[in-house]
Structures are given as structure tokens and as C-alpha cells.
């Protein structure tokens, strides 16, 4: 059975870092192009980062940029989400996402193959 598998999620204070990690049940990571998503309390699911296969080309939310990076060990099938200077407005569950592409296309509607279950970061006082 594929699966894709989170975890780092929690709570952590304004300001605060986190990360997320992302690991592959059943089959490798190394092909495919992997992205975050995120869903807050009563809203849409949004587009947070995506890596290319290779991880040369990794592509942001403009609500994100210069706060999260996102990165790849290939070797061992890890894809990492690195969150700081976290804001309340980031709390939310966090999805991991694999398109069976090497190029990211699934923040501008590519369709993603296989989803995780979620992590929940909390980001309160």
C-alpha cells in the first residue's frame, strides 16, 4: 500500500520554528515532484511549497516565502518542511502531496496522486 506519512507537526509559539517531515511508505520519493498543502479551520486548502524530483527547483506561497523552506534527502526518502518566524494565521493541518511528475505542477492544478493524513501545527501564545 503507497502512503506518505507526516510528522513535527505541534504547538509552538509566535516566532517559533517547526518542521515538518514527509516519508514514503511503499515505494520511493526520489521520482516525484512533493508539495505541502494546508488547511485552516474553515477554509480552503491552500498551496504551501512544492520540490521538484531532483530538488533543485522548489517553488512558495507568497504567505510563506522568506519564512519556509522546503528540501529533499532523497537518500532517505525524506522531504522536510522547515517553518520559521511562525504566525497564528499559519496554524492549520499540513498535507503532504506526491504528483507522479518530476516538475511540481500541483499548486497551478496538476493532479496529486497520493495525500498523507496531516500534521497540525498550532501556532498560539
Known amino acids: 500500500q503507497l502512503q506518505l506519512v507526516e510528522s513535527g507537526g505541534g504547538l509552538v509559539q509566535p516566532g517559533g520554528s517547526l518542521r515538518l517531515s514527509c516519508t514514503a511508505s511503499?515505494?520511493?520519493?526520489?521520482?516525484?515532484?512533493i508539495g505541502w498543502f494546508r488547511q485552516a479551520p474553515g477554509k480552503e486548502r491552500e498551496g504551501v511549497s512544492c520540490?521538484?524530483?531532483?530538488?533543485?527547483?522548489?517553488n512558495y506561497a507568497d504567505s510563506v516565502k522568506g519564512r519556509f523552506t522546503i528540501s529533499r534527502d532523497n537518500a532517505n526518502n525524506m522531504v522536510y518542511l522547515q517553518m520559521n518566524s511562525l504566525k497564528p494565521e499559519d496554524t492549520a493541518v499540513y498535507y503532504c502531496?506526491?504528483?507522479?511528475?518530476?516538475?511540481?505542477?500541483?499548486?497551478?492544478?496538476?493532479?496529486?496522486?497520493?495525500w498523507g493524513q496531516g500534521a497540525l501545527v498550532t501556532v498560539s501564545s
Open positions: 511503499g515505494f520511493t520519493l526520489n521520482y516525484y515532484a
Open positions: 502531496a506526491a504528483e507522479w511528475e518530476a516538475y511540481c505542477s500541483m499548486h497551478e492544478g496538476g493532479y496529486v496522486e497520493l
Open positions: 520540490i521538484d524530483s531532483d530538488g533543485d527547483r522548489a
